[in-house]
């Protein structure tokens, strides 16, 4: 009884659908799995593969950028020397005119060549950004100033910046160099 039961109930399309339910076989799950680790080993190729190329574009990145900063670097390096070049020039004239003259020396036009020559300096400096930071006159402050030795002065205030022994220099905002004072006090 049992028999017709389950044939006369089921039919054809019972025995489909008991097929199609049924448990895999070992081989079958094994086979199914090997064949997803196969596809998540080909998917992780794909992604270190991208990540190699990215990690290679931005090392090419990184040289890039660093060739243009080194290339504007050295052009502005290369520009500052050739204005500086010029008041070299007028050093060495100077010099040349001294050794090479058989007559003596005129320290007027001496003087005068070396003073158009400072001011040429002054002026590229100046054309650079370079400011020379206010001294004698000044209350000592010790963001742009180096004490490097101090003086009773009763008539002056304390911390007075009584004589200027070095020029400082800033560029914009930020100190190049300190100016070393003589700072005044009281005793």
């Known amino acids: 009884m049992e ?3 389950r044939g006369g109930a089921s039919g054809a399309g019972g025995a489909t659908a008991e097929r ?3 448990p895999q076989t070992p081989e079958q799950r094994i086979a199914e799995l090997e064949a997803a680790v196969e596809a998540a080993k080909g ?3 794909a992604n270190w593969d991208r990540y190699l190329r990215e990690r290679a574009e931005m090392d090419n990145y990184k040289k890039r950028i660093e060739r243009t900063y080194a290339d504007l670097a050295k052009r502005g390096r ?3 020397l050739l204005k500086l070049v010029g008041a070299v020039d007028n050093l060495e ?3 040349a005119y001294d050794q090479d003259s058989s007559q003596e020396t005129d320290t007027r036009n001496l003087i005068k060549g070396l003073r158009m020559t400072y001011l040429q300096f002054k002026e590229l400096l100046t054309g650079e ?3 020379e930071v206010k001294t004698v006159g000044e209350q000592f402050d010790p963001n742009v100033h180096e004490a490097i030795a101090t003086e ?3 008539d002056k205030p304390e911390g007075h910046v009584l004589l200027e022994i ?3 220099y800033t560029i914009g905002d930020e100190l190049l160099r300190p100016a070393r004072v003589k700072v005044a006090t009281k005793g």
């Open 129 to 131: 950004g370079l400011v």
């Open 43 to 45: 998917e992780a190729a």
């Open 166 to 168: 070095q020029k400082g």
């Open 152 to 154: 009773v002065a009763p």
């Open 93 to 95: 004239r100077a010099i």
């Open 78 to 80: 290369k520009e500052l």
């Open 3 to 5: 028999d017709t039961t």
């Open 20 to 22: 199609e339910s049924e």
